[in-house]
C-alpha cells in the first residue's frame, strides 16, 4: 500500500518507440505504479513535438521526454504560458550516430571509432564537387540532445554543422525508414534504431554518443508546473515508481528480461535481439561484424549514483550547448528541480522499514 494520499490516481503517460523509455514500461510491468496507489496507462507516441504538445494540453499527466525540452519551450513554442519541470532523470546517455552504409563504404576510414570515421567524413566533404548536394543528417528535435551530440561530433571533424551539411529533424522510428530510401545520409538517434540499422544492414554506427559526451542527461520525467501544483503527491508516488524502475534497470542481471518486456507490440514491437544489444552495453557496428563492449551505453537512475538527480547546474550545462544552436533562455535552469528529487530519496527511504515485495514482471 502506499503512504501518500495520491490526489489523482488515475494517470496517462506518455513515451515514445525507444529503449530507454524502459524506466515507464518497466514499473507498469512489475507492479510499481500500482505499489505507490497509482493506476497507470501508458500511451505510445511518434514525435517529440507531438508528445510536448500533448503534454502541455492536458491530454497526459506526465511523459519520458528529452531532457532539453523543458528548458527550450519558450523557444519552440514562443506563446506558451505554460512551464515543463523535472524532478528525475530518467537516464543518460542512450543515443549513437549511424550513416548509411553506402555513405560508409565511400568513406573507408582509418578505423572504426568516432576520430576515425569523423576525419574520413571530413575528407569526403572537403573532395566533394561545388555543386554536389550537401549530405543531410537528421537528429529528433531541434533542441535535443541528439542535435548537440551530431553538432559536436561534425564540429570535432572540423565540419561546420551550419554550412558543409544539412540538419533536419525526424521522428526516432522513422529513421531507419527514410536511411533505407536514401532520403538522408546519416541520422543520431536513441537505441535500438542505430542497432536496428546495423543489423538491416543499411546503416553503420560511426560512434555510441556515450563516446562522445558521457553521462549527458538523456531522458527526464516532466510534467506541467500546473499539474505539480495540483498533485503534489502524485508526483511524489510517480516519481518514486520511476525510480525504482530506474534502479532495478541498473541492476544488469534484469537487462535480459527487460529486454523482452520492451520488444513486446505493445511497446517497442521489435525483435528480442535488436532491444538487448545496447542494454547489454555491446556496439553492433554494422552487419556480419562481431560486438563490441561498450560500457554505460544506458545509464539509468540509482538512489546511489547522481545520475537521476536533476540540478540547476545540468540544466545550466545543456542550455549552454542549446545556445551554440540558438539564443535560448538561460533563466530555465531550475526547472530541473533538485529539491523534488530529494523529497523522492527521502520518501523511499521512510519506506525501507517496510519488507521488500518480489519484482516479477506481471505475466
Same mark, same amino acid.
Given at each position: 500500500?502506499?503512504?501518500?494520499?495520491?490526489?489523482?490516481?488515475?494517470?496517462?503517460?506518455?513515451?515514445? /518507440? %525507444?529503449?530507454?523509455?524502459? =524506466?515507464?514500461?518497466?514499473?507498469?510491468? &512489475?507492479?510499481?505504479?500500482?505499489?505507490? +496507489?497509482?493506476? #497507470?496507462?501508458?500511451?505510445?507516441?511518434?514525435?517529440?513535438?507531438?508528445?510536448?504538445?500533448?503534454?502541455?494540453?492536458?491530454?497526459?499527466?506526465?511523459?519520458?521526454?528529452?531532457?532539453?525540452?523543458?528548458?527550450?519551450?519558450?523557444?519552440?513554442?514562443?506563446?506558451?504560458?505554460?512551464?515543463?519541470?523535472?524532478?528525475?532523470?530518467?537516464?543518460?546517455?542512450?543515443?549513437?550516430?549511424?550513416?548509411?552504409?553506402?555513405?560508409?563504404?565511400?568513406?573507408?576510414?582509418?578505423?572504426?571509432?568516432?576520430?576515425?570515421?569523423?576525419?574520413?567524413?571530413?575528407?569526403?566533404?572537403?573532395?566533394?564537387?561545388?555543386?554536389?548536394?550537401?549530405?543531410?543528417?537528421?537528429?529528433?528535435?531541434?533542441?535535443?540532445?541528439?542535435?548537440?551530440?551530431?553538432?559536436?561530433?561534425?564540429?570535432?571533424?572540423?565540419?561546420?554543422?551550419?554550412?558543409?551539411? /544539412? %540538419?533536419?529533424?525526424?521522428? =526516432?522510428?522513422?529513421?531507419?525508414?527514410? &536511411?533505407?530510401?536514401?532520403?538522408?545520409? +546519416?541520422?543520431? #538517434?536513441?537505441?535500438?534504431?542505430?542497432?536496428?540499422?546495423?543489423?538491416?544492414?543499411?546503416?553503420?554506427?560511426?560512434?555510441?554518443?556515450?563516446?562522445?559526451?558521457?553521462?549527458?542527461?538523456?531522458?527526464?520525467?516532466?510534467?506541467?508546473?500546473?499539474?505539480?501544483?495540483?498533485?503534489?503527491?502524485?508526483?511524489?508516488?510517480?516519481?518514486?515508481?520511476?525510480?525504482?524502475?530506474?534502479?532495478?534497470?541498473?541492476?544488469?542481471?534484469?537487462?535480459?528480461?527487460?529486454?523482452?518486456?520492451?520488444?513486446?507490440?505493445?511497446?517497442?514491437?521489435?525483435?528480442?535481439?535488436?532491444?538487448?544489444?545496447?542494454?547489454?552495453?555491446?556496439?553492433?557496428?554494422?552487419?556480419?561484424?562481431?560486438?563490441?563492449?561498450?560500457?554505460?551505453?544506458?545509464?539509468?537512475?540509482?538512489?546511489?549514483?547522481?545520475?537521476?538527480?536533476?540540478?540547476?547546474?545540468?540544466?545550466?550545462?545543456?542550455?549552454?550547448?542549446?545556445?551554440?544552436?540558438?539564443?535560448?533562455?538561460?533563466?530555465?535552469?531550475?526547472?530541473?528541480?533538485?529539491?523534488?528529487?530529494?523529497?523522492?530519496?527521502?520518501?523511499?527511504?521512510?519506506?525501507?522499514?517496510?519488507?521488500?515485495?518480489?519484482?516479477?514482471?506481471?505475466?
Amino acid at each position: 500500500m502506499s503512504s501518500l494520499q495520491v490526489e489523482k490516481p488515475k494517470l496517462k503517460l506518455l513515451y515514445l /518507440r %525507444l529503449t530507454d523509455s524502459a =524506466p515507464l514500461i518497466i514499473a507498469h510491468e &512489475l507492479g510499481l505504479f500500482e505499489q505507490h +496507489g497509482l493506476q #497507470v496507462t501508458l500511451k505510445r507516441e511518434t514525435s517529440w513535438a507531438t508528445l510536448r504538445d500533448k503534454l502541455i494540453g492536458g491530454a497526459a499527466d506526465a511523459a519520458a521526454m528529452l531532457a532539453p525540452m523543458p528548458l527550450t519551450l519558450k523557444q519552440t513554442l514562443p506563446n506558451c504560458e505554460e512551464e515543463l519541470l523535472s524532478g528525475l532523470i530518467l537516464s543518460c546517455n542512450g543515443n549513437g550516430i549511424t550513416l548509411s552504409s553506402d555513405l560508409y563504404s565511400k568513406l573507408n576510414p582509418q578505423s572504426d571509432d568516432a576520430d576515425g570515421v569523423g576525419t574520413a567524413l571530413k575528407q569526403f566533404v572537403d573532395e566533394q564537387a561545388s555543386d554536389a548536394a550537401p549530405l543531410t543528417f537528421a537528429s529528433v528535435y531541434p533542441f535535443a540532445s541528439h542535435t548537440l551530440q551530431l553538432r559536436h561530433w561534425l564540429s570535432s571533424a572540423g565540419i561546420n554543422p551550419n554550412t558543409d551539411v /544539412r %540538419l533536419q529533424v525526424l521522428p =526516432p522510428e522513422q529513421m531507419v525508414d527514410h &536511411l533505407r530510401r536514401g532520403d538522408i545520409d +546519416g541520422f543520431c #538517434v536513441g537505441e535500438p534504431w542505430n542497432t536496428f540499422a546495423a543489423q538491416e544492414g543499411i546503416g553503420v554506427i560511426a560512434t555510441p554518443n556515450n563516446a562522445l559526451m558521457p553521462a549527458m542527461p538523456e531522458k527526464v520525467l516532466a510534467v506541467t508546473r500546473s499539474w505539480h501544483e495540483a498533485n503534489p503527491a502524485t508526483h511524489m508516488a510517480l516519481r518514486a515508481a520511476l525510480l525504482e524502475a530506474c534502479g532495478w534497470l541498473s541492476d544488469r542481471t534484469n537487462r535480459r528480461d527487460a529486454a523482452g518486456i520492451l520488444a513486446r507490440p505493445e511497446y517497442l514491437n521489435l525483435p528480442d535481439d535488436v532491444v538487448a544489444v545496447s542494454l547489454n552495453d555491446q556496439l553492433y557496428r554494422k552487419k556480419d561484424m562481431p560486438p563490441e563492449q561498450n560500457t554505460g551505453w544506458h545509464l539509468f537512475a540509482h538512489p546511489q549514483t547522481d545520475h537521476g538527480r536533476p540540478s540547476p547546474q545540468k540544466a545550466r550545462e545543456l542550455l549552454s550547448l542549446c545556445n551554440e544552436i540558438a539564443p535560448v533562455d538561460t533563466d530555465t535552469a531550475e526547472l530541473f528541480d533538485s529539491d523534488l528529487y530529494q523529497q523522492t530519496l527521502d520518501y523511499l527511504r521512510l519506506r525501507e522499514r517496510h519488507s521488500p515485495k518480489s519484482r516479477t514482471p506481471k505475466s
